[in-house]
């Protein structure tokens, strides 16, 4: 009787500290955790979930578009890519210097933000916290960016980095083609991270 009652206590803690934990990293709540942990697409490092803002979203799903503050339109409004490392699985730091690069995307209109390691855009006042088609003159051709810490030379296009620590780079693609929606990985070319310079890296 004395065991049985120890088993049942022991489950009882176990599902006491499980359940919650659980709950916490399927919503994306646990310290750490990015919107696009569980995202269903990958396309070159690009994670995507297009359930983010459908009716049919799971409440995990809804929990972690509440928690990291997406805008979560429906897919056939906007659908988002989220890279937190390099073209070299490196991750994204304020301390490095990159190139972003890349050519039209599969939408009427899109945009590369950058945000911190808590989903927040960094606390800066450079006012370069993004970039866009319409910025860039990219709709239809090539385009580049610089990310860092540093203004970059005059006349480039620039995003901030600055206080952002391992920070993250979210594409948003508005009003998105058919062909995305049906077939993402045969679609989207998405920008290529080049890691240029380090701080304190050996020239």
Same mark, same amino acid.
């Given at each position: 009787?004395?065991? !049985?009652?120890?088993?049942?206590?022991?489950?009882?803690?176990?599902?006491?500290?499980?359940?919650?934990?659980?709950?916490?990293?399927?919503?994306?709540?646990?310290?750490?955790?990015?919107?696009l942990d569980f995202g269903d697409i990958e396309i070159d490092g690009w994670r995507s979930d297009?359930?983010?803002g459908s009716e049919a979203a799971d409440p995990y799903t809804r929990a972690r578009v509440a928690r990291h503050g997406l805008l979560g339109l429906a897919k056939s409004e906007a659908v988002y890519f989220t890279r937190t490392a390099?073209?070299?699985? !490196?991750?994204l730091s304020e301390n490095c210097n990159y190139r972003i690069s890349g050519g039209a995307m599969p939408a009427n209109w899109w945009s590369i933000t950058l945000y911190n390691d808590e989903s927040f855009l960094?606390?800066?006042?450079d006012g370069a916290l993004s970039v866009d088609a319409t910025q860039l003159g990219a709709e239809d051709g090539?385009?580049?960016?610089?990310?860092?810490?540093?203004r970059p030379k005059?006349?480039?296009?620039?995003?901030?980095s600055k206080a952002a620590g391992n920070f993250d780079?979210?594409?948003r693609l508005y009003m998105p083609r058919e062909a995305l929606l049906e077939a993402p990985e045969n679609t989207l070319m998405p920008p290529v991270i080049e890691r240029l310079s380090c701080e304190g890296e050996a020239s």
């Amino acid at each position: 009787m004395i065991k !049985r009652i120890g088993a049942y206590g022991l489950a009882l803690i176990i599902g006491l500290i499980a359940g919650p934990a659980s709950a916490l990293y399927m919503a994306g709540l646990w310290p750490g955790m990015k919107p696009l942990d569980f995202g269903d697409i990958e396309i070159d490092g690009w994670r995507s979930d297009f359930a983010i803002g459908s009716e049919a979203a799971d409440p995990y799903t809804r929990a972690r578009v509440a928690r990291h503050g997406l805008l979560g339109l429906a897919k056939s409004e906007a659908v988002y890519f989220t890279r937190t490392a390099d073209n070299e699985e !490196r991750p994204l730091s304020e301390n490095c210097n990159y190139r972003i690069s890349g050519g039209a995307m599969p939408a009427n209109w899109w945009s590369i933000t950058l945000y911190n390691d808590e989903s927040f855009l960094p606390d800066n006042t450079d006012g370069a916290l993004s970039v866009d088609a319409t910025q860039l003159g990219a709709e239809d051709g090539p385009w580049e960016a610089m990310v860092s810490a540093q203004r970059p030379k005059e006349g480039m296009a620039w995003i901030s980095s600055k206080a952002a620590g391992n920070f993250d780079l979210t594409l948003r693609l508005y009003m998105p083609r058919e062909a995305l929606l049906e077939a993402p990985e045969n679609t989207l070319m998405p920008p290529v991270i080049e890691r240029l310079s380090c701080e304190g890296e050996a020239s």
